[in-house]
C-alpha cells in the first residue's frame, strides 16, 4: 500500500435520495482512496449504492437526491465545494463516465461522431493530439478547429476499435451494435484525456465474448494513457480478474477493500465469504452454491450496527448495537466486521496509513 | 434517394385528395330541394327554360357517377363551380381572400409557437414550480375557453375599454398601402411602409393571439410532457457527465429530441387554426376565406361553401405531408 | 336443497367483490384530489340545472317584455335582482336563457360523444378483431375523414343539411367516431393476441362472446375517458357552430347563439355577450378538470391529446 498522494479520494460520502418510505441513504458514509493509474473496483449486488457513489463523485445526483456529507478530494480541492461552473470543467475532462447501456446513454438524434466531438468541443480542445502536423495560427485556427476536432475524434474512434471510423462517423447509434456503442461511449470518456474513468458496469449489457473485449480494451487504456479506472460491476469473477484492487459494497456502505488477491483468496467479510461461494465455478472440486439467506435491506431502515448482521451466520449481539469499526491487516486489507479472522488487528483509530477519515496532506 | 421518397408520400396523398373532393361532392346533395336552386343559391326569378338550360349545364340531367366524373375533372383544371350570388368564379373569389387568411393563420401560429415553447421547456425544467403550475392552468383555460368568446371578450378589453388595439379589419381607413403578396404585414415591409407595418401588425394581433391560445395550449402541455420524458433519459445524463452547460442539455439534447412527437401534434393542430379560422374571421371581421364562407352560408351560396371545404381540406391533408417530411428529418431513427 | 353454486354465478359474485372494491379505491382517489372532485360536482350541478331548469326559474326563457330590455346585471347600477345576470335584447333574463341553454349544450355533447362511442367502438372492436376487408375499408374510410379538419367538416356538411338538432349531432358525430373507431381498434388489435383470448377460443366461446365478455370490459375504461375528454370538446364545437348560426336556431336558448347576438351590442350591454360565453367555459372547464382527473386515477399511463 502506498504512501503516495491518492489521486482521488472519498471522505465519509453520504448520498441520501428522500422518497415515500423515508430517507434512503444510498451512499451512507463510503470512503475510499484512488492512486494515479490504479484499477479499483467496486463490487456488490443490485441497489448497494455503487453506481450512487459514482454518480456522486462526478455530482450528477439530481433533485429530490443530495450528497449530504464527506468530501470528494480530487487534485487537492473538495469537488464538494466547487461551484456549478468549475465543476463542469471537472467533469468530461478530469473524469469522465462510462456507461451501463449504450443504446440508451447515446443521443439517438445526433450522429456518433458528433457526440464524440462535443466533448471535445465543451472544454475547448481543438488540436488533434499529439504525433499531428503543426496547427494552423491565428483567423485559420477558427476555422480549422472543427477540422482538426473531426480529425481527433477519427483518431479516438480508431483507438477504441471502432472499424472505419470515416464512415461511421456520420452514423446515428441505432446503426451501431451493441459492442460499437459501447466503444463510443468509450471514445467519449476518453476523448479529453481524464485522470479517472468511472465505469459503471460497461459490460453487463453485452454478450460475454463482447465484453471480453470491452474489458481488453479499458486495460489498454489504463496502461497505454496511465488512467485511473474505478469498476463498478455486481460480478465479482469480472472485478477479480480485472482491477488491482477491490472494494466490496453492500447496503450503502463499504464493507470490505483490499487488492484483489487478498479479497478473493481470503475475503475477511462474511459477505464477501457469501458472495464467493454462490459463484458456480468450473473446478476440480464439486462444491455446492449456497446462496446468502435472507435479503438486502430496505436502504430506507437499515438496521444499526452491522447492515449485513440480519444474513450473517457469525453474527453476534455487539454486531447489532456498536459500531463496527474496520478490521484491518498490514497489507491494508481491511474489512468491516468485528469477526476478522485470523492475522487481524482490530483498528484502533491511530494507524496511519489507509486510514480512511484524515485525507492525506 | 430522398427526394424520390418524398415524391412517393406525396403521390400517396392523391387518392386522399380525390377521396375528399368525392366527399365534397356529395356534401351538396344532402341539401334538400332542387339542385339547380341549390347551384343559383335563389338568386332570383328565372324562367322555366332557363332552369332546363342551366340544368342541362349543370349536368344534372345525367346519373350520378357522370356528375361525380364531371365534379373531379372540373376540381382537377382548377374550376371549382360558379357563384350566382357573386357572380364570380369560385375560384376567384377563394383566391381574393386567401392572403387574408393565409396572414392571420400564420401570424396565429407564430404566435402560439412564441408562447408555448419556452413555456413548455421551462415548465418541464423546474417541473412543480409555481410558473408550472401557473402555466399548465393557464394552458387548461386555453384549451377549454370557446375561441369566440375569447375574441369578443379580447375586443371588449383592448378595443373598446383600453383603445389599444383596432376591434376589426386588417387597415385602418385612410391608410395607403401598396399590394403585392396581399399579406398586409409583408407588403408594408416590403415597400418600406412604416405606419402600414405598425397599423397591420397592431390589427393583427388580437385575432391571432385569439386564434393561437387553444393551440398554444395544447402545444405547450405537449412539449412539456415530451420533455419530461426526455430530461429523464440516459442521453441527458451523459450529456451532463460531458460537462456540458445546463443550457446546452437543455437546449441542444433534450429539446432536440423533445421536439419530435410535438412536431406532429403541431401538425394535427393546423387543423383547428384552420377551422378556428373561420370562426375568428368572423368576429374580427377580418376580410379572409373564413368570412367569406360564413358570409356564404348566410346568403346560401353553395358553391362558394364548397370550393372553400375542399380548399381548407386539401390545405391540411398539404401541411400533414410537410410535417411528415419534417419528421423523418427529425427524428432519424425513422427513414421515409 | 343445498344452493349449487354454478361456476358462472360464483364468477359473479367475485366480480361483484371486485367491483365494490374498485369502486371504494376510486372513491378515496378522487377524495385525495379536491380540484377534480370539484370539477365534477360543478359538472352535476350543471347537469341538475339542465334537467330541472323549468323549476328553479321563474322567467320565460323565450320570451321577455320589451320594456326590460338590457338591464344591466344586479350589482350594476340600474340592476335588479330579479334579473341577476341581466337580460338581453329582447327583454329576456339572461339567467334563465343560460340555464336553459344547458339543456342544449350538454345534451348535444352527450348525445354525440354517446353515438361517437357506440359506432366507432363497435366498428373498431370489429375491425380489430376480424380484420380483413372490414378493417381495411373502415380504416381506410376513417383516415379520410381526418383530412378534414374537425369544425370545416361540421360547417361544411351543417351548410348544405341546415341547422336543428338532430342535423346537429348527426353532422358532428359523423366526425367524431374516428377517433373512438382507431383507439378500439388499436386496443383490440393488443387484447386479442393475449393469452385469456385465446384460452377462451380453446374453451369453446363464439367470436362475439369473447369480444363482449372477455375483450370489451378491457377496452371500455380507455373509451371511457376519452370520451370524458372529448364531451367538452363537442361543447365547444355546438357552440361555435349556434355562433355562425349554424347550429341551433333562435329563439331556442343555446349559448353560441346567445353570444352572436349578444355581439351587436357589445357597448352598450356587454353582459350579453360575456355571460353565455362564460358558462361555456364553466361547464367545459369542470368537464377537462374532471376527466383528466379520472384518466389521472384510473391509468396515468394513458397519454390522450
Known amino acids: 500500500m502506498s504512501d503516495a498522494q491518492p489521486l482521488l479520494e472519498l471522505v465519509d460520502l453520504e448520498t441520501v435520495f428522500p422518497t415515500r418510505r423515508g430517507l434512503v441513504r444510498a451512499v451512507a458514509g463510503v470512503s475510499l482512496r484512488l492512486q494515479g493509474g490504479e484499477i479499483l473496483g467496486i463490487v456488490g449486488e443490485s441497489g448497494c449504492g455503487k453506481s450512487v457513489t459514482l454518480l456522486s463523485i462526478l455530482g450528477l445526483i439530481s433533485s429530490p437526491g443530495q450528497i449530504r456529507g464527506g468530501q470528494i478530494i480530487f487534485q487537492r480541492r473538495d469537488l464538494l465545494a466547487l461551484s456549478a461552473r468549475q465543476m463542469r470543467q471537472v467533469r468530461g475532462k478530469d473524469i469522465a463516465m462510462v456507461f451501463q447501456d449504450p443504446l440508451s446513454t447515446l443521443n439517438p438524434a445526433f450522429p456518433v461522431g458528433e457526440q464524440i466531438r462535443e466533448s471535445l468541443y465543451i472544454h475547448g480542445i481543438s488540436s488533434p493530439g499529439p504525433h499531428a502536423s503543426p496547427q494552423p495560427r491565428g483567423w485559420a485556427l477558427r476555422r480549422a478547429r472543427p477540422a482538426s476536432e473531426k480529425e481527433r475524434v477519427l483518431r479516438l474512434m480508431s483507438e477504441v476499435g471502432i472499424s472505419s471510423p470515416m464512415d461511421r462517423y456520420r452514423e446515428y447509434p441505432h446503426q451501431f451494435s451493441g459492442g460499437m456503442q459501447q466503444r463510443a461511449l468509450i471514445a467519449i470518456a476518453l476523448a479529453c484525456e481524464p485522470k479517472v474513468l468511472l465505469a459503471d458496469e460497461p459490460t453487463t449489457s453485452l454478450d460475454v465474448t463482447i465484453q471480453a473485449q470491452i474489458m481488453d480494451l479499458l486495460r489498454r487504456i489504463n496502461r497505454e494513457h496511465g488512467t485511473a479506472i474505478i469498476l463498478v460491476t455486481h460480478n465479482l469473477d469480472l472485478g477479480a480478474e480485472f482491477c488491482e484492487r477491490i472494494a466490496v459494497m453492500y447496503a450503502g456502505q463499504l464493507v470490505e477493500m483490499g487488492t484483489a488477491e487478498e479479497v478473493i483468496e481470503s475475503p475477511r467479510h462474511p459477505y464477501t465469504r457469501g458472495l464467493l461461494t454462490c459463484i458456480p465455478r468450473i473446478s476440480a472440486e464439486r462444491r455446492r452454491i449456497r446462496p446468502i439467506p435472507g435479503a438486502v435491506p430496505d436502504l430506507a431502515a437499515v438496521p444499526p450496527g452491522c447492515a449485513f448482521a440480519p444474513r450473517c451466520e457469525k453474527a453476534r449481539p455487539a454486531c447489532q448495537t456498536g459500531p463496527i469499526l474496520p478490521f484491518e491487516t498490514e497489507t491494508g486489507h481491511w474489512a468491516r466486521c468485528l469477526d476478522g479472522g485470523r492475522n487481524g488487528r482490530r483498528w484502533d483509530g491511530t494507524s496511519n496509513a489507509a486510514s480512511p477519515h484524515q485525507p492525506s496532506e | 434517394m430522398r427526394a424520390v421518397k418524398i415524391l412517393e408520400r406525396v403521390l400517396c396523398t392523391l387518392p386522399i385528395m380525390l377521396g375528399v373532393a368525392i366527399i365534397v361532392f356529395f356534401f351538396i346533395r344532402l341539401t334538400p330541394g332542387d339542385p339547380v336552386d341549390i347551384m343559383m343559391g335563389r338568386g332570383g326569378a328565372v324562367s322555366a327554360a332557363e332552369i332546363e338550360q342551366l340544368r342541362h349545364q349543370f349536368h344534372l340531367d345525367e346519373p350520378l357517377h357522370v356528375q361525380l366524373w364531371y365534379f373531379l375533372r372540373d376540381a382537377g383544371r382548377g374550376n371549382l363551380g360558379y357563384s350566382y350570388i357573386r357572380n364570380k368564379p369560385v375560384v376567384e373569389l377563394l383566391a381574393e381572400r386567401l392572403p387574408a387568411t393565409i396572414e392571420l393563420t400564420l401570424g396565429s401560429l407564430l404566435v402560439s409557437l412564441l408562447i408555448a415553447t419556452p413555456i413548455g421547456i421551462i415548465s418541464a425544467v423546474r417541473q412543480n414550480s409555481l410558473l408550472d403550475r401557473l402555466s399548465m392552468a393557464g394552458a387548461f383555460l386555453g384549451i377549454s375557453m370557446p375561441g369566440f368568446w375569447l375574441g369578443i371578450i379580447l375586443i371588449l378589453f383592448f378595443a373598446v375599454h383600453l383603445q389599444w388595439l383596432p376591434a376589426q379589419s386588417r387597415l385602418s381607413y385612410g391608410l395607403q398601402l401598396q399590394e403585392l403578396t396581399g399579406m398586409h404585414v409583408l407588403d408594408s415591409l416590403l415597400t418600406g411602409n412604416l405606419p402600414a407595418l405598425t397599423d397591420s401588425l397592431k390589427h393583427l394581433l388580437l385575432p391571432s393571439i385569439t386564434l393561437g391560445a387553444g393551440v398554444a395550449a395544447i402545444v405547450a402541455r405537449v412539449l412539456r410532457s415530451s420533455m419530461l420524458e426526455v430530461l429523464r433519459s440516459d442521453y441527458i445524463k451523459l450529456a451532463r457527465s460531458k460537462g456540458a452547460t445546463e443550457w446546452r442539455v437543455v437546449i441542444r439534447h433534450a429539446l432536440r429530441n423533445a421536439l419530435i412527437p410535438t412536431v406532429t401534434v403541431v401538425g394535427l393542430q393546423f387543423g383547428v387554426l384552420l377551422g378556428g379560422n373561420m370562426i375568428v374571421e368572423a368576429v374580427f371581421s377580418w376580410p379572409g376565406l373564413g368570412r367569406l364562407v360564413v358570409d356564404a352560408i348566410f346568403n346560401r351560396d353553395f358553391p362558394l361553401i364548397q370550393g372553400a371545404v375542399m380548399i381548407y381540406a386539401i390545405t391540411f391533408v398539404l401541411v400533414n405531408l410537410v410535417v411528415d417530411v419534417l419528421y423523418t428529418y427529425l427524428n432519424p431513427q425513422i427513414t421515409l | ?305
Do not use: C
Open chain 3, 1 to 305: 336443497m343445498p344452493e349449487r353454486a354454478t361456476y358462472w354465478g360464483e364468477a359473479s359474485r367475485v366480480r361483484l367483490r371486485l367491483w365494490r372494491r374498485a369502486f371504494a379505491e376510486f372513491s378515496y382517489a378522487l377524495w385525495q384530489r379536491p380540484i377534480v372532485l370539484m370539477g365534477g360536482i360543478l359538472v352535476l350541478a350543471f347537469l341538475l340545472a339542465a334537467l330541472l331548469a323549468g323549476q328553479i326559474t321563474s322567467h320565460n326563457p323565450m320570451r321577455g317584455s320589451l320594456l326590460l330590455r338590457f338591464e344591466p346585471p344586479a350589482w350594476q347600477a340600474g340592476g335588479k335582482w330579479a334579473y341577476p345576470l341581466g337580460t338581453d335584447d329582447q327583454g329576456r333574463d339572461l339567467l334563465t336563457r343560460i340555464i336553459f341553454g344547458t339543456r342544449v349544450s350538454l345534451a348535444v355533447g352527450v348525445l354525440t360523444v354517446g353515438i361517437s362511442v357506440v359506432v366507432g367502438t363497435v366498428l373498431g372492436a370489429a375491425a380489430g378483431y376480424y380484420r380483413g376487408w372490414l378493417d381495411e375499408l373502415v380504416s381506410r374510410f376513417a383516415d379520410l375523414l381526418l383530412a378534414f379538419p374537425f369544425l370545416i367538416f361540421a360547417i361544411g356538411v351543417m351548410a348544405f343539411l341546415g341547422p336543428g338538432f338532430p342535423n346537429l349531432v348527426m353532422a358532428l358525430a359523423f366526425k367524431g367516431w374516428v377517433e373512438f373507431f382507431r383507439l378500439a381498434r388499436g386496443e383490440m388489435l393488443a387484447e386479442r393476441a393475449k393469452e385469456y383470448v385465446f384460452a377462451a377460443r380453446v374453451a369453446g366461446q363464439g367470436h362475439a362472446a369473447i369480444i363482449a365478455s372477455e375483450i370489451l370490459p378491457n377496452i371500455i375504461q380507455s373509451v371511457f375517458v376519452l370520451g370524458t375528454l372529448r364531451l367538452g370538446y363537442m361543447i365547444i364545437m355546438e357552440a361555435s357552430l349556434s355562433f355562425i348560426g349554424l347550429g341551433i336556431q333562435p329563439p331556442t336558448p343555446a349559448w353560441g347563439s346567445m353570444v352572436a347576438s349578444g355581439r351587436d351590442y357589445m357597448l352598450r350591454a356587454w353582459w350579453v355577450a360575456t355571460f353565455p360565453g362564460l358558462a361555456i367555459l364553466l361547464l367545459v372547464m369542470a368537464i377537462n378538470v374532471f376527466g383528466e382527473g379520472l384518466r389521472d386515477i384510473l391509468d396515468p399511463r394513458l397519454k390522450i391529446e
